[in-house]
């Protein structure tokens, strides 16, 4: 088994190409984003571009951890909003328009469901302190290997002595399992899209 590390370091633009990489694999079959995109192809060209515009402008303050193999390739990825960083500040929502309508423009009601998702999503983002994790994916032929778990861990070191709750939305309910195992737990789904899938959101605790 490769040796795994976890890396702080500012990326550079090439990273942030590789890690969207990553994160594109491990979304390719998730519930909200075939709902958004049936077609492969252009979910894979959609998904490539929604997390490159969002991590390019991820906003001051967030953080984008990664993990590494013994060649230095990024194989997982966690992104996080701590306390007081969201909602991003308008610059940053204003930068992140044009790709989020590059990554659905060829199929209009991607863009109206997508839509629904995201105001819903704000409107019952917890008000009080947290922190949000926005991302964590790893390459998918090597999940299960403990790279979530590192990148979790990772974080938890800096929140949990600052007595902070963390919250996270996933489309996916397979996962719900997999953080309750870090001690989240569900709260209330949200459906703002008939027959879309469900966005569940979970809550950790402050330690």
């Not at 996270?168 to 709260?187: C, H, M, S, V």
């Amino acid at each position: 088994m490769e040796n795994f590390r976890v890396d702080e370091r500012a990326l550079s633009r090439k990273d942030i190409r590789d890690a969207c990489w990553v994160a594109q694999r491990a979304f390719m079959d998730d519930p909200f984003f075939c709902h958004l995109s049936p077609g492969p192809k252009l979910r894979k060209r959609g998904l490539y571009l929604f997390f490159l515009n969002q991590l390019l402008h991820f906003g001051k303050g967030g953080r984008i951890i990664t993990v590494r193999n013994e060649s230095d390739v990024i194989v997982g990825v966690s992104a996080w909003l701590p306390d007081g960083c969201y909602p991003q500040p308008a610059l940053t929502q204003l930068a992140q328009i044009p790709g989020v309508l590059r990554s659905m423009y060829r199929r209009p009601l991607a863009l109206v469901d997508g839509t629904k998702y995201l105001n819903e999503m704000a409107k019952k983002h917890p008000k009080d302190p947290h922190w949000y994790l926005f991302l964590l994916v790893a390459e998918p032929e090597i999940q299960r290997s403990g790279i979530g778990t590192m990148l979790m861990n990772h974080a938890f070191r800096e929140i949990d002595p600052q007595g902070l709750p963390v919250y996270l939305e996933t489309q996916n309910e397979d996962n719900i399992a997999y953080y309750q195992r870090f001690g989240f737990e569900p709260r209330e789904p949200l459906t703002p899209v008939k027959n879309g899938p469900p966005l569940l959101r979970m809550w950790r605790n402050a330690r």
